[in-house]
Structures are given as C-alpha cells and as structure tokens.
Nanobody, 120 residues
Framework: QVQLVESGGGLVQPGGSLRLSCAASGNIYRVDTMAWYRQAPGKERELVSTLTRFGNTNVADSVKGRFTISRDSAKNTAYLQMNSLKPEDTAVYYC??????????????WGPGTRVTVSS
C-alpha cells in the first residue's frame, strides 16, 4: 500500500510564500511523475504542475514564474515552492504520484490535500 502525506499549507498574506511537501511511502518501486493539483471553492480540480523522473516539468499558465515544482527522488518527496501568492491561489492543494509498485503493478495515488489560504 502506498500513502502520500502533504504538509506546508496554511494562511499567508498576498505576496507571501509557502512551500508544500508531499512524502510518499509504501510499496513503491518507481515514481514516474509527481504532480500538484488544486481545487478552489466552487471550482473543479485543476493541474498546477508536474515533474517526471526525467526532469520534464509542466506548469499551469496561472502560476508560471511564481510556482516551482521539485523532488527528492531518494525520499520520494515532491515540493511546490509558491511565491508571490495571490488571493486566487486559495485552494486545497493535492499531490499525486504515478509510477510502479514493488509488485510491478501500476501506481496512481492522491494525497488528502493541504489547504492554502491567501488573505490579508
């Protein structure tokens, strides 16, 4: 069984920064992609950023230049550095990993989410 634990959310003023973490544990053989999504109140979940094991990244236009995704492969941990935060970044942020388990089965797991509130 694989679990994700997210941390780092909270309340921050506009223009501030937060760093989210997502630690994966369990029967993981390989993580191919780590991703961050977010869901604002009353809106659908949207992709924020992805990072593959080859180092390829994808960033949503709405956060480009402000958010940076990274990973520590040895720890199976993903990070999302969020700078210049805006009120419209307020959402629950979810981590997702895609890969392979130690039993050679496909792996796609979501974290429980961490809330980010940007407000003065």
């Amino acid at each position: 069984q694989v679990q994700l634990v997210e941390s780092g959310g909270g309340l921050v003023q506009p223009g501030g920064s937060l760093r989210l973490s997502c630690a994966a544990s369990g029967n993981i053989y390989r993580v191919d992609t780590m991703a961050w999504y977010r869901q604002a109140p009353g809106k659908e979940r949207e992709l924020v950023s992805t990072l593959t094991r080859f180092g390829n990244t994808n960033v949503a236009d709405s956060v480009k230049g402000r958010f940076t995704i990274s990973r520590d492969s040895a720890k199976n941990t993903a990070y999302l550095q969020m700078n210049s935060l805006k009120p419209e970044d307020t959402a629950v942020y979810y981590c997702k990993i895609v890969g392979l388990t130690t039993r050679s089965t496909g792996l796609e797991v979501w974290g429980p989410g961490t809330r980010v509130t940007v407000s003065s």
